[in-house]
């Protein structure tokens, strides 16, 4: 699969690995992709969204999502306007559990990390934009289109910094 | 910020794409608490079959889908 990525574009799936085994976590998600793309502020994910994502302000984002279930703030905003207040339900449920409970186990650094289903989609609907633009390689632009596009946790964090499929998808490359 | 409805109205299309993000929303969240239980049940000593019961799913079932994490 990875013949089809560009340079640029290997280098933060490889970042992406190494995000994740720093932090521990269980498999190599979403969260990992976004910010391997956006490690460097001067790096072509940070141009397509105008400096308005910043690497601190994502892992801000993501980690409040992890310790409320995996919903991001757009998550939560939807789902309130149906009457449902998620820090109400995921406090009730876990207070007896602990504050770190709704957080995986992390693990150790040099075992088999796998990639999330969630991560695996991102991959193959980046793939899928390259092909739909006939590119001749995924790159930067088309990973972060498939974060985007995956409706996931990342879309909704994307969301709620203002980064949306549609506004990227007219930015020019 | 943007609310569900703004979002919504953005697409043109209003109670489809509220309504499914909402399920896709709250899927994920069960997945997440789901996870937190088992883990928990799990570090207190409770056997597979017993927390397969409770889930009412079968032991392979819960053991498959949680048994890698630890």
């Known amino acids: 699969m990875f013949e089809r990525f560009t340079v640029p574009a290997r280098l933060v799936v490889k970042a992406a690995v190494e995000e994740s085994q720093a932090a521990g976590d269980p498999v190599i998600d979403e969260e990992h992709l976004a910010y391997a793309l956006f490690r460097d502020p001067d790096g072509a994910a940070a141009r397509l969204c105008g400096g308005t994502v910043t690497l601190d302000g994502l892992k801000a984002a993501f980690a409040a999502a992890n310790r409320r279930g995996g919903l991001s703030d757009t998550d939560t905003a939807a789902l309130r306007e149906l009457g449902i207040d998620v820090d109400e339900v995921v406090a009730t449920f876990t207070s007896p559990l602990g504050p770190d409970a709704m957080l995986p186990p992390r693990k150790a650094a040099n075992r088999h990390r796998p990639f999330s289903k969630a991560a695996k989609r991102v991959l193959t609907l980046a793939l899928q934009e390259g092909v739909s633009r006939r590119e001749r390689a995924l790159d930067e632009r088309d990973l972060l289109l498939g974060l985007l596009r995956n409706k996931a946790l990342a879309a909704g964090v994307f969301e709620g910094l203002g980064v949306r499929y549609t506004d990227l998808l007219t930015h020019p490359a | 910020m943007t609310g569900a409805t703004d979002l919504a109205t953005d697409a043109g299309d209003t109670d489809p794409q509220v309504g499914l993000r909402a399920v896709a929303a709250l899927r994920r969240l069960l997945e997440h608490l789901e996870s937190a239980q088992v883990r928990s049940a799990r570090a207190k000593g409770w056997p597979w079959q ?21």
């Open chain 2, 50 to 70: 017993q927390i397969a019961d409770e889930l009412g799913v079968t032991r392979q079932a819960v053991h498959k889908k949680h048994g890698k994490e630890r």
